[in-house]
């Protein structure tokens, strides 16, 4: 009889654990997604902004501490945009917004370096560097710039003015040098739900870098993507006195039109 009561809860545990491991790990990234990607003279003149931590195919969010780094990158300087943070809520989960006047043609590159996120699922930190260019009034220079992130996807291919099916390149780097075999996630934001995956495979899309950390992908259908490289951390950070790893991803979000 004893037996038997050990079998059962065996299976029980195993059955459990099984289902645990069955749980989708829908990708984390960070967000940084402006009202306008591309700026046209009779447009108004601001760029509004929403930060975010997110799963954007799910629509599933995560409360975003305030960042440690909000900015600007344009015309060859940086502009610090932290103080300009206002906090929000997207249901239950803490966001940040920010605007940004525009005063001159350019290319502008916002960034943000957010809090270290623990995430008790994988035991260990994230950390996704994130950015998103836009374009305002036609020059067209600048995208390519680096912000200098300790891991960022630098745009071969320009991140703006893009169509539905169109192919885009990056090269992948962790601090300044290129980063060869790292799987970079690729993910649609789907805040209305209209598009669905035929299962939790579909979620999130896989391709790696090659020797020189370059990338290619091309969009299926329009809208906001993410395209996440990630990495392993060369430092830890401690919890309860223990060394924890820290996953870095250096995170591009991209608008993609569609083909009329």
Not at 7 to 33: C, N, R, V
Request: charged letters at 20%.
């Amino acid at each position: 009889m004893r037996v038997m009561k050990y079998s059962a809860l065996s299976q029980a545990l195993t059955l459990a654990l099984f289902m645990a491991l069955a749980t989708p790990a829908w990708a984390h990234f960070g967000m940084i997604i402006p009202d306008r990607n591309i700026i046209e003279k009779n447009d108004p003149k601001t760029v509004n902004l929403h930060y975010l931590f997110w799963h954007p195919m799910e629509n599933q969010g995560m409360d975003l501490a305030r960042p440690v780094e909000a900015g600007c990158l344009f015309a060859g300087q940086k502009v610090d945009m932290l103080a300009s943070l206002k906090e929000k809520k997207v249901g239950q989960r803490v966001i940040w917004s920010a605007g940004l006047p525009i005063r001159k043609p350019a290319d502008y590159v916002f960034y943000m370096s957010p809090a270290p996120y623990w995430e008790s699922a994988e035991d260990k930190f994230i950390v996704h560097y994130t950015k998103t260019v836009v374009s305002a009034l036609g020059v067209q220079e600048g995208w390519d710039q680096p912000v200098g992130q300790k891991v960022e996807i630098i745009p071969l291919t320009r991140p703006y003015g893009l169509y539905a099916g169109n192919a885009f390149s990056g090269r992948a780097v962790f601090k300044g040098k290129p980063l060869a075999g790292a799987e970079v996630e690729v993910e649609f934001y789907n805040p209305d739900g209209k598009r669905k995956a035929p299962g939790d495979t579909y979620v999130a899309q896989v391709v790696k870098t090659d020797l020189n950390g370059q990338f290619v992908w091309s969009f299926p259908w329009p809208g906001w993507w993410g395209l996440a490289v990630l990495t392993d951390d060369d430092q830890t950070i401690k919890r309860d006195g223990q060394d924890k790893k820290v996953e870095v991803g250096g995170v591009l979000w991209v608008y993609v039109h569609p083909v009329k």
